[in-house]
């Protein structure tokens, strides 16, 4: 797969939401709203993951390609983030400071 990619630590949903706090205009909010497509492709890749099983993807992929992908998936934080307040549906001056 070639040398590994440099890139900064991923933004944790909380993270996603406060640049949205400070910065609440219709192009951040575009961008969030691709930000959460792809993490909604992510958990949904995760749930294949699952469902093939570590012995069948591993064997069913060239050497290291399937620990390099369970590696990166599991870096993930789109899939071990609690829910913000605005995704439980509180918004901003519900939240508690």
Request: proline share 8%; with cysteine; charged share 25%.
């Amino acid at each position: 797969m070639g040398r590994a990619h440099r890139h900064r630590a991923p933004l944790t949903a909380e993270e996603l939401a406060q640049i949205y706090d400070e910065n609440p205009t219709p192009v951040v909010q575009r961008l969030l709203w691709e930000i959460h497509r792809l993490r909604s492709s992510i958990q949904r890749i995760s749930h294949v993951r699952d469902a093939i099983g570590t012995s069948v993807g591993r064997a069913n992929t060239p050497g290291g390609v399937w620990d390099l992908f369970e590696q990166e998936l599991n870096a993930e934080p789109c899939l071990t983030d609690p829910l913000t307040p605005r995704q439980m549906g509180k918004s901003a001056p519900d939240r508690e400071r």
